[in-house]
């Protein structure tokens, strides 16, 4: 069974850092697409980015862009996003979730109708 458990989320001041992990379990050799996505509380969830089976990365999200950063672990298929110069707008919950493949997804709003299994999410605070 698939499972993907996110962590490395917490509370941190404007201008500071965090690295999220989104380990999976259950893939056997495959490694699939897999993207972050976040969602504050009363609003649609959106797409961050996206790192494919082959290390190639679509950055769907624009204010993240310069400032988020995708990668992957070859060897464990942990997939990390490492988000610099956070800002209070960047507070939501982090979620990373297995796609059909990053190429699909047309803009950040669609980008969650890719997704085919979805991690628990860890909550991201940004504040001072």
């Known amino acids: 069974q698939l499972l993907l458990v996110e962590s490395g989320g917490g509370s941190v001041q404007p201008g500071g850092s965090l690295r999220l992990s989104c380990e999976p379990s259950g893939l056997g050799m495959r490694h699939p697409d897999i993207g972050w996505f976040r969602q504050v509380p009363g609003k649609k969830r959106e797409g961050v980015s996206c790192i494919s089976a082959s290390g190639r990365i679509w950055d769907w999200l624009d204010s993240a862009k310069g400032r988020f950063y995708i990668s992957r672990d070859a060897a464990e298929g942990t997939v990390y996003l490492l988000m610099k110069r956070l800002k209070p707008d960047d507070t939501a919950d982090y979620y990373c979730?297995?796609?059909?493949?990053?190429?699909?997804?047309?803009?950040?709003?669609?980008?969650?109708?890719?997704?085919?299994?979805w991690g628990q999410g860890t909550p991201v605070v940004v504040s001072s």
């Open positions: 979730a297995t796609v059909e493949g990053c190429d699909l997804a047309l803009t950040p709003n669609t980008a969650p109708n890719t997704a085919i299994h």
